[in-house]
């Protein structure tokens, strides 16, 4: 038996990092590991307003649902102006010992942090999902990177090359057919329904995908959104918008199935853009293609949304691809194809789980030679 703890401060939030090394635990096969899921509740930070996800009751339910051992600790605060990001008042240590693990898993921002600067003999694999901070401690053996746009970055800021592993965020998603929708509670009938989710967050709001749609509304087509921060609800009153709904923010995969599956396309929009892009990989799941504009920040987006979409840079041609998808039928129903073969080919979880096995096997295979 394996035996895999996975670290991480807030780590049953429902944001794309913590979504997917839950998923990493919650399905590695029983019989071949045996799986510690450490975390915490979001702590206040010393030095920044910045408010991490909490614990999300869903993603909780998620856990205990496929029997993860869960082993909460403690944090008063997290330190942001010190080196590390160190956690101030946990009782961390008094319940983790690295001694009884082969491996620790990550989910973190990639420069060298607390506390696994202090872990030092286990092989730690990293799952980074931001880009540009580099940890090359020796006994970090694996790192992974969520697509080769960040994997590029990573190595190009002094990553050593040798330790990189690409593994999109990939997730659960239900079966084909799933039928629930949201077109009857919104009086959507026939309309066609752009939309695309988000978590409550004003710092990655960005204008774009409801300043193109204010040029292509009509009484046939509508905007629903699943979270997002108050400046898109603040915008879409600003613009006049005549159908623009909100739905609140929530981790409930029901939910977010059900609203994905009321969408003809997934009309997205993110100033700082995407790593990779785990709300674009379940909108693919659904065969909606996607629309992305590019940033001066992080531009994985492309790599994730592959044929199954498009990436723009204005609003003009945002609005242009929009009026196409809904126009042109048969432009639609190749990029809803090729979303549903880029999804099976490149995202689903079976496939990718077993990448994670693999790896997971050579490291311990390494260590115990």
Same mark, same amino acid.
């Given at each position: 038996m394996i035996r895999v703890a996975f670290v991480k401060f807030a780590g049953l939030g429902a944001g794309g990092t913590e979504k997917f090394i839950q998923t990493v635990a919650a399905n590695l096969p029983q019989s071949d590991f045996l799986v510690d899921y450490y975390y915490c509740d979001a702590a206040p930070y010393i030095g920044s307003d910045w408010k991490h996800p909490d614990t999300d009751p869903d993603r909780l339910k998620y856990m205990q649902d496929h029997d993860v051992n869960l082993i909460k600790f403690h944090v008063d605060y997290k330190d942001v102006t010190r080196p590390h990001h160190d956690w101030v008042g946990t009782n961390f240590w008094d319940l983790f010992n690295e001694n009884n693990y082969d491996i620790i898993q990550t989910g973190r921002a990639g420069h060298p942090e607390y506390p696994f600067i202090h872990i030092r003999k286990t092989p730690i694999v990293d799952a980074i999902t931001l880009a540009g901070m580099v940890d090359n401690q020796e006994n970090i053996r694996r790192v992974m990177l969520c697509s080769q746009w960040s994997a590029d970055v990573w190595i190009k800021c002094g990553g050593d090359a040798s330790r990189v592993v690409v593994v999109p965020l990939f997730i659960e998603t239900p079966k084909y057919g799933y039928t629930a929708h949201y077109r009857d509670r919104f009086d959507l009938k026939n309309k066609f329904v752009y939309g695309f989710h988000q978590r409550a967050d004003d710092n990655i709001f960005s204008p774009m995908p409801l300043d193109a749609y204010k040029k292509i509304e009509t009484e046939d087509t509508a905007f629903l959104m699943l979270g997002g921060g108050n400046k898109y609800r603040q915008q879409a009153s600003l613009l006049g918008l005549k159908n623009c709904y909100f739905l609140d923010h929530c981790a409930n995969t029901e939910i977010l199935w059900t609203f994905l599956n009321t969408l003809n396309v997934f009309a997205h929009g993110r100033n700082d853009g995407e790593t990779y892009g785990i709300v674009l990989a379940e909108a693919l799941y659904f065969g909606l293609p996607c629309i992305?504009? %590019?940033?001066?920040?992080?531009?994985?987006?492309?790599? %994730?949304?592959?044929?199954?979409? %498009?990436? /723009? *840079?204005? /609003? *003009?041609?945002? @609005?242009?691809?929009?009026?196409?998808? =809904?126009? !042109?039928? @048969?432009?639609? !129903? !190749? =990029?809803s194809n090729k979303a549903k073969i880029r999804y099976q080919n490149h995202l689903e979880l079976d496939g990718q789980m077993e990448r994670v096995i693999d790896l997971y096997k050579g490291v311990a295979s390494e260590f115990s030679k």
């Open positions: 992305s504009h %590019t940033t001066q920040f992080n531009n994985a987006q492309a790599e %994730t949304i592959g044929d199954g979409g %498009t990436v /723009v *840079s204005n /609003v *003009s041609d945002y @609005a242009q691809e929009m009026q196409r998808l =809904r126009n !042109d039928q @048969a432009y639609y !129903d !190749d =990029r």
